[in-house]
Structures are given as structure tokens and as C-alpha cells.
């Protein structure tokens, strides 16, 4: 998979996408959500912009080590032993924090979707694999860099990859190993953010 993004004249980047790499990122954007999870209720007292604003959120970080990845405690570093006011403080700032957190990494994976679904795959005139070519406009590049962002870290943390030798062993591991394919992804995904990052600096 050797598309990279590249700038477009006045903002915004571009890349090319086959049939495979649409599916992939698309089955991977809905596998976040579903790991985010569905958004608060939208009542008629939800929908009151100074009732979500004010809206309590959870006190205590998720059980989920990907999702405790992608949320992490605001105090302490990660992983290490909080004192009782870390804690509270911590707790303090997740729960009026955390809803507008979900909300923004559940927008920037709908996104991936929606920009995915617009996609019309056109077959080469030898008969071979589809592709489309994929245009962001400059605040879709920032909600796609996100979402790679927040993927890329739920894989990563699921492969257990922890610092520089834990990733060195796994870009190592023979093809017969089951964790593979989530590594190839995480390589293809680290791939794309970079080149979107450099997309925008040009």
C-alpha cells in the first residue's frame, strides 16, 4: 500500500487510493467508533448547547487499555502510581472534559467514513484494480489526522508497542504471525499521517 498524500494548490491534500486500502481505513474508522462508542443522547435538554457545555462526563478512566490510550488521566504520567490528589484532579478534569473529547474523536472518525463513502472507484482501462483519488480540504486534513492519530494508537497499544525496541521487534515478526497484518496496518497508517503532516507544511 504505497499511496502517500500530497499538498493541492491552495490547501488541502490529495492521495490515491485502491479498492483494499478504501475498505481497510473505512472497516478501521467504523472499528474506532464502535470502540469510542455512541455520543450522549439528544434530548431536547441534551441539545441545549449550555447544558452540553456543563454535561458531567465519567470520573474514572476507561477499563480498556486502548481506549484508556485514547483517554488518558490529564495528571500523572502514564502508568505510573498517583497520589490521592493526582487522582482527584484527574478525576476532576475527565469529567467535564472527556464528553467534548469523544465527541471531537468520534466527528474526526465519521469523517474518514463520509470522505470514504464519497469515493467513486474507477477500474484502469487494462481491466485492473480500482482506484479513486481522495481530495481533503484543509480542516478534513486536521479531522483525517486525528482520526490516524487515534488509530494508530489503539493499534499500537493493542500490539503492546511501548517504546522504539518493542516496535523494532514486531516490524521483524515472520508473515505466519497472526499479529501481522495489524502491524502492517499500523506501518501503512504511520505512512499516511506522515505524509498528511508534510502535506500541509508544504
Known sequence: MAGHFEPLPGGGAAVVLDEVEVSILRSLAVQ????????????PEEADPLA?????????PPADPALARLFPDAYGAPGSEQDAQAR????????????DLRARKRDDALAVVHALDSLTLDGGDDGGDSDAVLRLSADECRQWLGALNDLRLAIGTRLEIGDEDDSDELFRLPDEDPRKPMVMAYLWLGGLQETLVESLMA
Open 88 to 99: 482527584a484532579y484527574a478525576a476532576e478534569f475527565r469529567r467535564y472534559t472527556e464528553n
Open 52 to 60: 452540553r457545555l456543563f454535561a458531567e462526563g465519567p470520573s474514572e
Open 32 to 43: 474506532l467508533l464502535e470502540l469510542i462508542g455512541p455520543g450522549a443522547d439528544q434530548g
